[in-house]
């Protein structure tokens, strides 16, 4: 039983936690330094030679661990992009490159010979372009995409209610994941849920939602993943509750949404408040995820509010085998694929699979440009990895 954490040491803490997840691989730094991709890519000499795509809503930070499976609450799960806090309208070759240097730094993770990363690339490549022509034909999954599916789809709020709060009880825990609010945080919090619009979006989403009610039943501070480090996140317990009395409960998720860290593409007409932005952008590239969230306003800033299903799960790679991380790259830049391809209409689907085949190397089956971005910030990254684990080092000898 961990003690809980003041509201004083929270930034303290989420330091320390991020600093030493970023640590322990090269593959976690990759995950948790998105603005350092960018810096890197935008450095890089192979950044004049990315084409550019048609504008479209993307990711912005495609990485491994934002793949998973995900519930359009009606019983059906499908693989995901899963989380787009970064998303904006821009080139789809940015989420390509994000693709396969996260799947470039699992395999080096799992001992894999740096053949296996080309032909992962270019597997990649294939996969997409799958998409890309519509073709019926799927992808098949991997070893690692199959169990996560087969997990998530037997997941009930049970399974939730433990993982999440250690319990089946309709309460938040204070502890390890969750903390204390402010009493401004708790006042907010409930003036959230009583407002008339949220009411009505969040029982929009309810089947037989007429003469039901919400209610907030319980909150605490959230300490997940660190990425909202000095951001508003929040875990609330709700109850939704009909004319007699009867009713369901639901854990929802309140996030903070600032300006992207992702390039926009020139003139791209997006809506100004960030959370509307990432709503609008799950919406076009993660329809299970996107019809289930909503913007609001919380002690005045921009939050994105989303019902968290059981079935929402990601994907963890611990370690490859070398025919998984072949297929999973395929499978998996197909899901991107796919976002991507609803986006478009068929004469700029084309235009753009062209775009991507017409690149191809003498000596690999695959983009020059996407594989020598991969090169050159695996090669970044790796170096910043090292950096930081010297700091983390010193730091926790002083």
């Given at each position: 039983?961990?003690?809980?954490?003041?509201?004083?040491?929270?930034?303290?803490?989420?330091?320390?936690?991020?600093?030493?997840?970023?640590?322990?691989?090269?593959?976690?730094?990759?995950?948790?330094?998105?603005?350092?991709?960018?810096?890197?890519?935008?450095?890089?000499?192979?950044?004049?030679?990315?084409?550019?795509?048609?504008?479209?809503?993307?990711?912005?930070?495609?990485?491994?661990?934002?793949?998973?499976?995900?519930?359009?609450?009606?019983?059906?799960?499908?693989?995901?992009?899963?989380?787009?806090?970064?998303?904006?309208?821009?080139?789809?070759?940015?989420?390509?490159?994000?693709?396969?240097?996260?799947?470039?730094?699992?395999?080096?993770?799992?001992?894999?010979?740096?053949?296996?990363?080309?032909?992962?690339?270019?597997?990649?490549?294939?996969?997409?372009?799958?998409a890309?022509?519509?073709?019926?034909?799927?992808?098949?999954?991997?070893d690692?995409?199959?169990s996560?599916?087969?997990?998530?789809?037997g997941?009930?709020?049970?399974?939730?209610?433990?993982?999440?709060?250690?319990?089946?009880?309709?309460?938040?825990?204070?502890?390890?994941?969750?903390?204390?609010?402010?009493?401004?945080?708790?006042?907010?919090?409930?003036?959230?849920?009583?407002?008339?619009?949220?009411?009505?979006?969040?029982?929009?989403?309810?089947?037989?939602?007429?003469?039901?009610?919400?209610?907030?039943?319980?909150?605490?501070?959230?300490?997940?993943?660190?990425?909202?480090?000095?951001?508003?996140?929040?875990?609330?317990?709700?109850?939704?509750?009909?004319?007699?009395?009867?009713?369901?409960?639901?854990?929802?998720?309140?996030?903070?949404?600032?300006?992207?860290?992702?390039?926009?593409?020139?003139?791209?007409?997006?809506?100004?408040?960030?959370?509307?932005?990432?709503?609008?952008?799950?919406r076009a590239?993660?329809?299970?995820?996107?019809?289930?969230?909503?913007?609001?306003?919380?002690?005045?800033?921009?939050?994105?509010?989303?019902?968290?299903?059981?079935?929402?799960?990601?994907?963890?790679?611990?370690?490859?085998?070398?025919?998984?991380?072949?297929k999973?790259?395929?499978?998996?830049?197909r899901?991107?694929?796919?976002?991507?391809?609803?986006?478009?209409?068929?004469?700029?689907?084309?235009?753009?699979?062209?775009?991507?085949?017409?690149?191809?190397?003498?000596?690999?089956?695959?983009p020059?440009?996407?594989?020598?971005?991969?090169?050159?910030?695996?090669?970044?990254?790796?170096?910043?990895?090292?950096?930081?684990?010297?700091?983390?080092?010193?730091?926790?000898?002083a």
């Open positions: 039983m961990h003690d809980p954490v003041t509201a004083q040491d929270r930034i303290a803490t989420l330091e320390s936690a991020r600093t030493l997840k970023m640590a322990r691989s090269a593959h976690a730094y990759v995950r948790g330094n998105t603005v350092k991709f960018y810096e890197w890519l935008a450095a890089s000499p192979v950044a004049g030679r990315v084409p550019m795509g048609p504008a479209i809503w993307i990711c912005g930070d495609c990485h491994l661990g934002n793949l998973g499976p995900l519930s359009d609450g009606e019983g059906h799960v499908a693989v995901q992009i899963r989380d787009l806090d970064q998303t904006v309208i821009g080139n789809p070759a940015l989420d390509l490159i994000r693709l396969g240097l996260s799947l470039a730094t699992a395999a080096r993770g799992s001992d894999l010979p740096g053949v296996t990363t080309a032909r992962m690339v270019e597997e990649m490549v294939e996969g997409y372009a799958g890309l022509r519509r073709s019926d034909e799927d992808a098949p999954e991997p690692v995409v199959r996560v599916k087969r997990r998530a789809l997941r009930r709020w049970r399974h939730l209610a433990r993982e999440r709060m250690g319990a089946a009880e309709p309460r938040i825990p204070l502890g390890h994941k969750f903390w204390a609010l402010e009493d401004a945080e708790r006042a907010g919090l409930t003036a959230l849920f009583e407002d008339a619009g949220v009411k009505r979006q969040i029982l929009s989403l309810q089947p037989d939602s007429a003469d039901r009610d919400v209610r907030l039943i319980d909150a605490a501070y959230w300490m997940k993943g660190c990425s909202s480090l000095g951001l508003l996140r929040y875990a609330a317990l709700i109850a939704i509750k009909g004319a007699k009395g009867r009713g369901d409960y639901a854990l929802v998720d309140i996030k903070e949404a600032i300006a992207p860290i992702a390039p926009a593409a020139p003139g791209a007409a997006m809506p100004r408040d960030p959370a509307e932005r990432v709503v609008a952008g799950a590239l993660s329809p299970y995820l996107g019809e289930r969230m909503i913007a609001g306003r919380l002690l005045d800033r921009s939050v994105f509010i989303r019902e968290l299903a059981p079935q929402d799960l990601k994907l963890e790679v611990e370690q490859f085998s070398q025919g998984q991380a072949v999973a790259a395929r499978y998996l830049a899901v991107v694929g796919k976002a991507h391809a609803r986006q478009m209409d068929e004469a700029q689907r084309g235009a753009w699979r062209h775009a991507l085949l017409d690149h191809r190397g003498t000596s690999l089956d695959a020059s440009w996407l594989w020598d971005a991969v090169v050159d910030l695996s090669g970044s990254h790796e170096a910043g990895y090292l950096e930081h684990c010297r700091r983390y080092a010193l730091a926790n000898a």
